[in-house]
């Protein structure tokens, strides 16, 4: 593919508590290239949030703070420049964008819409409050929000769930950002109005040709739109590649446990639904072992005792897997 | 992202018991690191409260002399060996009056805050959970009361009632309720919501069961806060009325009698109003900082963030 | 909006309602005979009951209450009997005395408690912020009179800078009035900044901590904007809340706060006349007391509209 535009190397992000140190983020590694769509799944708690957070360095400090580890945008490598540095401000909202999970809080409840959109156009752009208020109007008629000009003097809470998640995607779209961050955008949503956003996002994401990283733990949303996808457990990328190796050919247990918990719409394919038993370590404690092994229905006697596994190449060239066995789930069944 | 690090529990089955004991074990070190981990300030406030509770209990046996005992020859008198801190305008013992202003302080404090406790807890539990207009009612009177001011509430009862102990502390007491409804009943409005309240109602548990069995546990950790809080706010109030003389009057050793009558002699013996001031200032602050940390350490909003 | 303004004036009204009936009920239950009081021990009985009717105290409770209402609405407050004067006219000298302190005190405090509360939440943790904590919680721990003797020694006593004690009407000498009103002002001032430092920083590092912030920084808006226009424009209900609270205490701590500094205002006059029984000038200053919170509040619940659009737009 293009340029990469984002590169993380071996990202470490640990937050200091009072119950002792939590790895949330422990040593991953993922690109970006310019104009694709990269997934990022797991369960909660596995640290997707964090990594991105870590990102944009708005990890709230203390207690986390980002230990270690390369974040290459466009060449230049954010953690040098300093979570409170004009550089990293700038880059904030302008080049790259986050969308986050909760649309009902996300916005400034005592501001208006508009105020609160032009305030970021206005940061970003040399415009004046009128232009900035104009291109505000046109960016909430992008997201298709009707009677924008009536919207931009409404307040959150006089707002829907899905038109808060349209104005929040505004404002990433009025700032023309490279790389747009999305952490569970849809989650919150009713499932219909999940859709549209998604089909929202996807389709200025295609026409601008943004990049863009969806942080979720909805396989089917990620199937449908994601490039390349990223497995994370308990701090750790597990599994990665081509979004069709890891639906098709998962192999990493963990990886095959999560396709096997999805529920499926067709009837022929498997009766129950298999979730992963058990629940994941904690992140305060963790085994000097694989973290999987306690729920891994494969886990074998050979792995006790073995360090956690490092990533490793199979089949494609795209495909990592962080495991010591050779599992293929040719026989499972897709989505 | 802290909620998804907190949220993480372990469930498996044979090993539930353990985790649910060192869990407790955590819980315990985690209470008590967040209550003495402001700092060397919450330790030594720590330390002074106990120091305050113990002097008050024994302080007969720290003295040779009583808080009333005078001796006219030697009054106005620095310190020296026979009176550690000099003595007052009618030579009593000052240090003996300090130790006992402890007392009266400490007993003062505690049981008003008893009192605020026992009324605000039950007149809040009730407004709160049958609502409507009695709740209605009980917490405009709340806000009426809410309109005088403490001091001013407790000098017009402190008329009426006169000033032993068990009155003054009464009074006290009763400015210091509308606190407890507010917070009592804003808790149970917002508990009342809750899906287990309401799964208890369902299995036909009664009302007087939900509130004491599933209400009133969940206000504990606040009203642990509130009555440590109160103490101290219920001194300084004591301390006021004191200096005004209303209610709590001479001879009665109480820190603010002690400074009103010292403050006449602020030019030649300044000790008289200072050393029972420097004490309730000391007294009510290590107060309000134990209270502080016990805030921090029950609050579970605050788990993970520290 | 507006109706959100007339339910909070009705409730204001209950409350001045309520109010008046116990600052009534203080006359009643209080131990001793107001006409007796007034005449004296030597007095005979018929005079004393000559004056009891003249009081209205040999009418029923009910009667006596409405009267006395009616007595307030028209600027009738009743006679001092210990000052034998109308207390109309002995309010009208003192309270102004009571508020040329106090009024100072809450808007010195006010911008002050919210400035250094800010700085602490902002710089939560670190050493400026520890500084600052340990001087709100001495500050919120010192008895008012406690502040004043310590300053008076301090500044008076040692120092011999500022006066120990008096008042000067300020429309009579500006410089002097300034000159003896520092320390008292001081004095009301200090448990106020503490208390509304310590509500402002807890607010603050709520309001810090809400998604919306991250979403603001995470767009890149300046830190000067993130805390002032977002942060504290949400954080400022509960800290308006905490300022009309204050209010009281300034009340209560005038009490003190006068005494110590010998002016005669509201406060004294309260207190000498719960000392001499004077329950008739206890009662209108009881009144003028709540009635001073009461309007406090009310003022405090419009602006809660005019911060929170919530409130303003909601139809309730």
């Not at chain 1, 006089?158 to 998640?165: D, F, I, N, V």
């Not at chain 2, 720590?46 to 009054?75: G, R």
């Not at chain 3, 607010?203 to 002032?228: C, K, V, W, Y």
Request: glycine share 8%; proline share 5%.
């Amino acid at each position: 593919m293009g340029n990469k535009l984002l590169e993380v190397k071996n990202l470490k992000t640990t937050f200091f508590t009072v119950n002792g140190e939590i790895k949330a983020v422990d040593g991953i590694s993922y690109y970006v290239d310019e104009g694709e769509v990269v997934a990022l799944v797991g369960e909660s708690g596995c640290g997707k949030s964090v990594s991105q957070l870590s990102v944009m360095q708005l990890v709230q400090s203390p207690p986390g703070k980002i230990v270690g580890g390369e974040i290459v945008f466009q060449g230049q490598d954010l953690l040098q420049c300093g979570a409170q540095s004009k550089e990293m401000r700038e880059i904030r909202g302008a080049r790259i964008g986050m969308i986050f999970q909760e649309p009902m809080t996300s916005l400034d409840p005592v501001q208006t819409v508009g105020s609160q959109l032009a305030e970021v156009i206005r940061r970003h752009k040399k415009v004046s409050k009128k232009q900035a208020w104009e291109i505000g109007v046109k960016t909430l008629e992008a997201v298709s929000i009707p009677d924008a000009r009536v919207r931009m003097k409404n307040y959150p809470f006089e707002l829907s769930g899905g038109m808060r998640q349209r104005i929040m995607i505004a404002i990433t779209l009025a700032c023309q950002s490279q790389l747009i961050i999305t952490d569970e955008p849809t989650t919150a949503l009713d499932v219909t109005i999940q859709a549209q956003i998604m089909e929202l996002l996807m389709r200025l994401v295609r026409e601008n040709k943004t990049s863009l990283v969806v942080v979720t733990h909805n396989l089917g949303l990620v199937t449908r739109h994601a490039d390349r996808i990223y497995v994370m457990y308990a701090g750790k990328i597990v599994e990665s590649g081509v979004t069709e190796d890891i639906i098709t050919k998962p192999r990493h247990p963990y990886t095959i446990g999560l396709l096997n918990s999805v529920p499926k719409l067709r009837r022929d394919c498997s009766e129950d639904l298999n979730p992963i038993e058990g629940a994941p370590p904690d992140l305060a404690n963790l085994p000097n072992e694989c973290y999987f092994l306690p729920r891994c229905p494969y886990g074998k006697q050979a792995c006790k005792g073995k360090k956690y596994p490092d990533l490793r190449q199979v089949d494609g060239q795209e495909h990592f897997i962080a495991c010591f066995m050779d599992i293929g789930n040719d026989e499972g069944c897709t989505i | 992202m802290d909620n998804e690090i907190r949220e993480i529990s372990c469930i498996t089955d044979e090993e539930t018991r353990l985790k649910a004991k060192k869990r407790r074990k955590q819980n315990i070190r985690y209470f008590f690191t967040v209550l003495f981990g402001r700092g060397i300030l919450a330790k030594i406030s720590f330390v002074l409260v106990c120091i305050f509770i113990l002097v008050a209990v024994f302080c007969p046996l720290l003295t040779s002399y009583t808080p009333f005992q005078q001796e006219l020859s030697n009054a106005l008198k620095g310190a020296s060996p026979q009176h550690l801190l000099g003595t007052d305008n009618l030579g009593r013992d000052l240090f003996t009056r300090i130790v006992y202003g402890a007392r009266f302080s400490l007993s003062i404090g505690l049981l008003s805050s008893v009192w605020a406790l026992v009324i605000g807890v039950a007149l809040g539990l009730a407004a709160g959970y049958f609502g409507g207009i009695f709740g209605g009612l009980v917490m405009r009177l709340m806000d009426a009361q809410l309109s005088i001011p403490p001091l001013i509430l407790a000098l017009c009862l402190a008329a009426v009632f006169g000033g032993a102990v068990f009155s003054i502390s009464l009074i006290i007491g009763i400015s210091a309720v509308p606190g407890y409804v507010r917070v009592i009943y804003g808790q149970v409005l917002s508990l009342r919501e809750y899906d287990y309240v309401e799964a208890a109602r369902l299995i036909g548990q009664g009302n007087f069961k939900i509130l004491f069995k599933h209400l009133l546990p969940n206000c504990f950790p606040t009203i642990i806060v509130m009555f440590t809080m109160g103490v101290g706010t219920a001194i300084m109030i004591e301390s006021g009325l004191a200096y005004l003389g209303i209610g709590i009057k001479a001879p009665t050793p109480s820190w603010g009698v002690m400074i009103f009558e010292g403050y006449k002699y602020i030019f030649s013996s300044p000790h008289l109003a200072l050393w029972p001031g420097i004490m309730l200032m000391l007294l009510i602050i290590s107060l309000s900082v134990v209270g502080d940390g016990l805030r921090d350490a029950l609050d579970p909003k605050l788990r993970g963030k520290l | 909006m507006s109706a959100y303004i007339v339910k909070r004036i009705l409730i204001s009204i209950f409350v001045v309602f309520a109010v008046s009936i116990f600052s009534f009920m203080i006359l009643q239950i209080m131990p001793g005979d107001p006409a007796r009081l007034a005449l004296g021990y030597e007095a005979s009985e018929e005079d004393v009951q000559t004056l009891r009717e003249k009081m209205n105290l040999d009418k029923p409770v009910v009667t006596q209450y409405i009267l006395w209402v009616k007595g307030v609405a028209r600027g009738d407050f009743g006679q001092s009997v210990i000052y034998k004067q109308p207390i109309d006219k002995m309010m009208a000298e003192r309270v102004p005395r009571t508020l040329t302190l106090g009024i100072p005190a809450l808007f010195i405090a006010a911008p002050l408690g919210i400035v250094v509360g800010v700085i602490s939440a902002v710089r939560r943790g670190k050493p400026l912020d520890q500084i600052l904590t340990f001087l709100t919680t001495v500050s919120m721990g010192m008895p008012v009179f406690w502040t004043g003797i310590l300053s008076v020694f301090i500044f008076s006593v040692e120092l011999k800078i500022l006066p120990l004690q008096g008042y000067v009407s300020p429309s009579q000498d500006f410089g002097q009035y300034v000159y003896k009103a520092i320390l008292p002002v001081f004095c009301m001032a200090l448990p106020m900044i503490a208390g509304i430092a310590r509500q402002t920083r807890t607010n603050m590092l709520d309001s810090i901590n809400q998604d919306h912030i991250r979403t603001a920084r995470a767009n890149g808006l300046p830190e000067r904007s993130i805390i002032f226009r977002h942060a504290l424009k949400n954080a400022m209900i509960p800290i308006i809340t905490v300022i009309g609270m204050q209010v009281r205490v300034v009340i209560g701590g005038s009490l003190l706060v006068e005494k110590v500094f010998n002016v005669a205002g509201l406060g004294t006059i309260l207190t000498s006349s719960i000392n001499t029984r004077d329950y008739i000038v206890v009662m209108v200053g009881v009144l003028i007391i709540s009635l001073i919170t009461v309007a406090v509040n009310l003022v405090v619940d419009i602006l809660y509209g005019v911060i929170d659009p919530r409130i303003r737009l909601s139809r309730r």
